[in-house]
């Protein structure tokens, strides 16, 4: 089976497509762009059917498990696929554990008050979430490669910086080590290690 696989643009990711058993799966057609392009691993990866641009319609998305001969119509054996990169997941995943942290600091009636966030970056890093934040935007904007992306990303660090550098005074006038409080750890950075 010829598999041409194609990016969301048009142009062809794999240059002469692939060429695949005629029992192939997606999870086998993702594996083999993975072989010829090292950096798109299958979890970063993701395929579609051709679609108008148009189209009101959203894309079909292939599921991993299905053969590739289950989207093809006809007694055909070439398919055309759309590529996606998701781009690395890593960023993502950590901000949400960083705000997994953040919401169990609170109690369920909110009445504990303040709190020093530790566990996983918070042990460096005043706050985390706006780090792995910062870290997605530059992420995404290495993948994209847009004036727009890289203007947005400086206001919003130069934002989410203004709002580190408050709550690190606030915790650290907070949590003083006087009349019993608990004192914040001296030499945690503010958010951007290690520059801030």
């Not at 990866?45 to 989207?71: A, N, V, W």
């Not at 608990?182 to 290690?194: C, D, E, T």
Request: glycine share 6%.
């Amino acid at each position: 089976m010829k598999v041409t696989v194609t990016t969301r643009s048009g142009r062809e990711l794999i240059d002469g497509g692939l060429v695949l058993d005629s029992t192939a799966t997606v999870a086998d057609l993702q594996e083999a762009i993975h072989q010829r392009i090292k950096k798109y691993y299958p979890s970063r990866q993701r395929l579609t059917l051709p679609f108008s641009p148009h189209s009101k319609e959203k894309p079909i998305i292939l599921q991993y498990k299905k053969c590739l001969k289950d989207y093809i119509n006809g007694n055909s054996d070439t398919i055309t696929i759309v590529f996606k990169d998701l781009g690395p997941q890593v960023s993502y995943l950590a901000n949400l554990y960083c705000h997994i942290i953040l919401r169990n600091l609170r109690s369920p009636n909110g009445s504990e008050g303040y709190q020093i966030p530790c566990g996983f970056l918070f042990n460096i890093v005043t706050c985390a979430n706006y780090t792995t934040e910062i870290y997605q935007w530059l992420g995404f904007n290495v993948a994209t490669q847009t004036v727009a992306g890289y203007i947005f990303l400086v206001v919003a660090a130069s934002i989410m910086t203004n709002w580190a550098l408050a709550k690190h005074r606030r915790l650290i006038k907070v949590f003083d080590g006087k009349d019993g409080r608990a004192k914040y750890p001296s030499g945690r950075w503010v958010i951007l290690p290690p520059f801030l």
